[in-house]
């Protein structure tokens, strides 16, 4: 297949719908083969099969090691390599900062941050000597956030801090890594945000995007046009962070 990831193969994580399956679609639009890791296996088959042929679905824990390094040897077994891992499983509950517990904060980094660090791992044991991208599905709440949210922006802001790492000890490597900061985007986790439906934070309309605004950025920064560019993070926000 022609296009700008021909010959070239991706892991997108959370992949079985919203954001994830978007940035699948994209990147396998431009040729990547790619793999659709989730927690929810049927889902990410049922969705990899209706984006293509090239396409593949995996169950995948992504705070889970050994899942992680099954994921990552499943998808070269198929495709013969990896060049692009998106890390995008994000988990968003919601409790004041009085009512976490310990279990609670690790549940959320665990997915949020500690699967993007286990990934990236894996990505410096497997990628080639042509090395490949890395792009962090983070959140403007590592920016500003708003309440009951702490563990999430907390994990956002410590994947900035994770892929500027990346980007400094992947530079020998010939790995990039960069990170996009959606903003308000129109998928389930936008809508169920008890926030949203109290009343107690508002959006504009015309500040929410689409999952495919998220994707094209994503394959953008994979991409060889972005090929100087790492360690930075990208806001797709609409500019809504600009406000003041």
């Not at 009512?99 to 500690?114: G, H, N, R």
């Not at 094209?216 to 809504?240: K, M, N, Y």
Request: hydrophobic share 50%; aromatic share 4%.
């Amino acid at each position: 297949m022609a296009g700008r990831f021909a010959g070239k193969s991706a892991i997108v994580t959370g992949a079985a719908g919203g954001i994830g399956a978007a940035i699948a679609r994209r990147l396998a639009a431009d040729g990547a083969g790619v793999a659709l890791a989730d927690l929810r296996v049927d889902e990410a088959k049922t969705m990899a099969a209706k984006i293509g042929s090239e396409v593949i679905g995996i169950g995948c824990d992504v705070g889970d090691e050994a899942q992680v390094e099954a994921c990552v040897a499943a998808t070269i077994e198929r495709f013969g390599r990896i060049d692009i891992i998106v890390n995008n499983a994000g988990l968003m509950p919601f409790k004041s900062l009085g009512e976490w517990s310990a279990a609670d904060w690790m549940k959320v980094l665990t997915v949020d941050l500690v699967g993007a660090a286990l990934f990236t791992r894996e990505a410096f044991r497997r990628m080639g000597k042509e090395g490949g991208a890395i792009v962090n599905v983070a959140s403007i709440h590592a920016l500003q956030t708003s309440p009951d949210a702490a563990p999430y922006a907390a994990a956002k802001a410590g994947l900035l801090s994770l892929t500027r790492s990346t980007s400094i000890e992947g530079k020998a490597r010939n790995i990039r890594a960069n990170a996009v900061l959606p903003g308000a985007v129109d998928t389930p986790m936008l809508w169920d945000n008890p926030n949203i439906k109290s009343g107690a934070e508002t959006i504009d309309r015309n500040d929410v995007g689409t999952p495919e605004d998220i994707a094209a950025a994503v394959a953008f920064l994979a991409s060889e046009d972005a090929r100087f560019v790492t360690g930075t993070t990208l806001i797709v926000d609409g500019g809504r962070l600009a406000k003041l």
